[in-house]
């Protein structure tokens, strides 16, 4: 599945360059300019998207640190 966290950081990396949206004056909720919902919208999906690849696409073997009781030896 690495292709696919490689394909959404691309994704991100071209949709957070909103050369086309420079000269929007259009607000949103009467308030808030568009470049910023924007924005926030590609920072939203940037955390929900590294969540799902840590939580689905994580190396089991990189859950423990080495120095670090496992769950069983804390019992």
């Known amino acids: 599945m690495k292709p696919a966290v490689w394909i959404f950081v691309g994704l991100l990396l071209l949709l957070h360059q909103d050369y086309w949206q420079w000269d929007n004056q259009r607000l949103l909720f009467g308030a808030f300019p568009y470049a910023l919902m924007y924005h926030m919208g590609i920072s939203l999906t940037a955390a929900l998207g590294w ?10 073997n990189l859950d423990h640190s ?4 496992s769950e069983s030896e804390k019992s």
């Open 51 to 60: 969540l799902l690849a840590t939580r689905f696409w994580w190396p089991e």
């Open 66 to 69: 080495a120095g670090s009781p």
